[in-house]
């Protein structure tokens, strides 16, 4: 070595700086991952808009008004939705985790009651999507009707209630 050479100390700091990047990497992703999974379940709640046109009866407005529940098992999405005229119904889906941990997905059935009908039981209405941005606290998806419609689907969103 010569004397202008300054001795290499760069195989350690690699080392040591390796280390450190890979600690802070745990750490992010450990605080990043365990509270998205538990803010998922609770209460959500929401606005949609669209329309539907079942047989015989004028046009409803799925998801206009809308409130659900995810239990603290995170598997099911289900509540209840409204419109201004009175109508209303029920959705029930799965949830699914995305592999980003802060986003989930729910997918499932709508269903509608016809005051007109003889039985109790709600009818199919269509499909639905929700995607949760769990950290957000939001929520937006679509909304398709087994009936012909002018529009292809419904859009809604909401946002964590507790």
């Known amino acids: 070595m010569s004397f ?5 100390t760069q195989g350690g700091d690699m080392h040591n700086s390796k280390k450190l990047i890979l600690a802070v990497l745990a750490v992010i992703l450990l605080l990043g991952a365990t509270p998205a999974f538990a803010q998922l379940g609770g209460t959500w709640e929401g606005i949609g808009r669209g329309e539907a046109y079942p047989p015989c009866h004028p046009p409803i407005h ?3 008004t809308w409130k659900g529940e995810i ?11 409204w419109d201004a005229d009175g109508n209303h119904g029920t959705f029930k889906g799965v949830v699914e985790f995305s592999p980003i941990p802060e986003i989930a997905y729910a997918e499932g059935e709508w269903t509608w009651y016809d005051p007109t009908g003889h039985s109790q039981q709600p009818i199919v209405g269509g499909k639905f999507k929700m995607t949760f ?11 398709t009707s087994i009936w012909p419609s002018p529009s ?4 809604m969103k909401g946002w964590k209630v507790d």
Do not use: M, N
């Open 133 to 143: 941005y769990i950290l957000e606290k939001r929520c937006e998806g679509t909304w």
């Open 62 to 64: 799925p998801w206009q």
């Open 71 to 81: 239990p603290a098992t995170q598997d099911v999405f289900t509540g209840e939705w």
């Open 4 to 8: 202008f050479q300054k001795p290499s």
């Open 152 to 155: 292809d689907h419904g859009t």
